[in-house]
Every structure is written in structure tokens, then in C-alpha cells.
């Protein structure tokens, strides 16, 4: 059982360059989520999708975007990456929006330079 | 504005010694609170979680907290700690939007032999 499974784990981009971000989930969970982790920081939710068909913004979704292809698979693109866009990026489901716990995949590290 | 606080960045103890993790937040209602911890280079995993009824919940690896409303913390606790444990952990709070929990910046456990 994979869980939450996210590619890449690693990227280097440099400033203004494009990149989508893969998560799949294999749980049949309906919410998906993007957080992105910074030192200090812990993690702000980006963007969400309660179920399939509907996405959200969360607190941070400057710069972003995202598409809920379908039940499984949540993306994250970044249309021209900036250096403040250098985080570790965490996909993560749940059976329902609100109150069950949060499943993670064990993130990506995207430094842009 | 800050919604969840944990005041220590991190925290060394020494293996078989007991253990005390402190989350304070601020919320308009009564909130639902969450634990979780993370390995190095691996997601987060829900430790235990409070939603209503016993102040006291018990996790998973041996862990507790405890929710009072009058202090407004969730700390989390563990009677002897094992070299396992050393992780970062995060306390959660939510929720906001109706689908958003707020992360704290999270305790660094470093445990001696």
C-alpha cells in the first residue's frame, strides 16, 4: 500500500522556469491538500481540493496552481519559478475535508536559484 | 497573527526520561487539535488527535496530551522516551476556512543515549 506517493524528490530550477509537481493518492480519499514547509515556518496549506472536480486556495497560493485530474492524482505547477518558491512541498489526502487525519507523501525539495 | 505556538525550537533528553511538548494556540471556538510527528526525510504521521469529550487522548507510540481551555495548550506528553522518538513534531490546530489547519513551526527532540 504506497499511500501518498509525490515526483519528483529533488529539482533545481532556476528563476522563471516551469514545473509541475505529481501527487497520487491510492487510498480513495477525496480531499487533497498542498503544504509547502519552510524552516520555522511549518507548514501553510497552498492550495486544496475537497473532492474531485473542486480546488481552493489556502493561505499561501501566490504563484501556484493546481489541478485535481481526478480522485487520485492532485497536481502542484509553479508557471515561473522565484528563489521565495525554494521549500519543501508536501502532498497529503484525507477520507473527508475536514476533521480526519491528514495522510503525507514524504515531500519534494525544490530549490530555485 | 500567529494561531499555534511552540515555544521550543528544540528540546535534548536523555533516553528513558520523560517528556513534555508544548503547543499553545489562539482560537475563537473550541478547536480541534492535532500531534504529529516527522522523521527525517519522510512525511508527516498523525500521533493523536482531539476533536471533543476526555481532555486526555492517547496516541500511538506511547504518547498523550492533554487539552485544557483554560490555558489554551495541547501538550504532548510521553513517560520514557526511546531513541526512536527523536523526530520533529508539530502541533496543529483547526479548523480555519473550513478546511485549513494551522501547523506550528514544530520541536526539534534530539534524545541522548
Known amino acids: 500500500n504506497a499511500g501518498v506517493t509525490q515526483t519528483p524528490k529533488f529539482q533545481v530550477l532556476k528563476t522563471g522556469q516551469s514545473m509541475t509537481l505529481q501527487c497520487a493518492q491510492d487510498?480513495?480519499?477525496?480531499?487533497m491538500y498542498w503544504y509547502r514547509q519552510d524552516p520555522g515556518m511549518g507548514l501553510r496549506l497552498i492550495y486544496y481540493?475537497?473532492?474531485?472536480?473542486?480546488?481552493d486556495k489556502g493561505e499561501v497560493p501566490n504563484g501556484y496552481n493546481v489541478s485535481r485530474l481526478n480522485k487520485r492524482e492532485f497536481s502542484l505547477r509553479l508557471e515561473s519559478a522565484a528563489p521565495s518558491q525554494t521549500s519543501v512541498y508536501f502532498c497529503?489526502?484525507?477520507?473527508?475535508?475536514?476533521?480526519?487525519?491528514?495522510?503525507f507523501g514524504n515531500g519534494t525539495r525544490l530549490t530555485v536559484t | 497573527a500567529q494561531s499555534v505556538t511552540q515555544p521550543d525550537i528544540h528540546i535534548t533528553v536523555s533516553e528513558g526520561a520523560s517528556l513534555e511538548l508544548r503547543c499553545n494556540y489562539s482560537?475563537?471556538?473550541?478547536?480541534?487539535l492535532f500531534w504529529y510527528v516527522q522523521s527525517p526525510g519522510q512525511g508527516l504521521q498523525l500521533l493523536l488527535k482531539?476533536?471533543?469529550?476526555?481532555?486526555l487522548v492517547q496516541g500511538i507510540k506511547g504518547f498523550e496530551a492533554e487539552f485544557k481551555r483554560s490555558q489554551s495548550s495541547f501538550n504532548l506528553r510521553k513517560p520514557s522516551v526511546h531513541w526512536s522518538d527523536a523526530a520533529e513534531y508539530f502541533c496543529?490546530?483547526?479548523?480555519?476556512?473550513?478546511?485549513?489547519?494551522?501547523f506550528g513551526a514544530g520541536t526539534r527532540l534530539t534524545v541522548k543515549p
Open positions: 497529503a489526502s484525507s477520507d473527508r475535508p475536514w476533521g480526519s487525519p491528514l495522510h
Open positions: 487510498m480513495n480519499h477525496n480531499s
Open positions: 481540493s475537497a473532492s474531485e472536480g473542486t480546488t
Open positions: 482560537y475563537g471556538a473550541t478547536p480541534y
Open positions: 482531539y476533536f471533543s469529550g476526555d481532555t
Open positions: 496543529a490546530v483547526g479548523p480555519y476556512n473550513n478546511n485549513d489547519m494551522r
